[in-house]
């Protein structure tokens, strides 16, 4: 992939932890293509701090996982992608942008996703993260499976 720019792949929290979480599956090979810089994990800060809420979450869980490999193989993660970091949206402008999608909790995710540009908003979410919110904000939006059947036509 010399001289080509690398697919930027916004990644929403489900498929963030998800990726962490499984042992396989396409999260996991999504964080797999970033990790081997074939795509660029864009990371905004908000998505940051959920996923490290699931994650401390997860390891009280019975059958208790060990909170200190889960969060060191999240570091390793991150230190492998080296993601671009987007900030938190200011709150005015959250407020202001309130209706262009159904879930409030959703808009700063959706606005970072907006400020970043990225190829790709890849999520699960798909009752918020509709096709009509990817129309009104320009976001390409799709789920993990989607995205890798776009990936697959390349190669056809």
Request: net charge negative; glycine share 0%; charged share 25%.
């Given at each position: 992939m010399t001289g080509q720019r690398r697919i930027r792949l916004f990644l929403d929290s489900n498929v963030l932890t998800g990726g962490i979480l499984s042992p396989w599956g396409l999260d996991k090979a999504t964080l797999s293509l970033c990790a081997a810089k074939v795509c660029r994990l864009v990371l905004a800060e908000v998505v940051r701090d959920e996923v490290e809420?699931?994650?401390?979450?997860?390891?009280?869980?019975?059958?208790?996982?060990?909170?200190?490999?889960?969060?060191?193989?999240?570091?390793?993660?991150?230190?492998?992608?080296?993601?671009?970091?987007?900030?938190?949206?200011?709150?005015?402008?959250?407020?202001?942008?309130?209706?262009?999608?159904?879930?409030?909790?959703?808009?700063?995710?959706?606005l970072?996703?907006?400020?970043?540009?990225?190829?790709?908003?890849?999520?699960?979410?798909?009752?918020?993260?509709?096709?009509?919110v990817a129309q009104r904000t320009s976001v390409r939006i799709a789920t993990p499976a989607e995205f890798f059947r776009a990936l697959s036509a390349l190669f056809r």
């Open positions: 809420e699931n994650l401390l979450l997860h390891a009280e869980r019975p059958p208790a996982l060990d909170a200190d490999q889960l969060i060191e193989d999240y570091r390793h993660l991150i230190k492998l992608t080296n993601p671009e970091i987007v900030p938190y949206p200011d709150k005015d402008l959250v407020r202001l942008n309130r209706h262009l999608i159904r879930h409030a909790a959703d808009v700063p995710v959706l970072s996703a907006m400020a970043s540009k990225p190829d790709w908003l890849l999520t699960h979410n798909t009752k918020h993260f509709t096709n009509a």
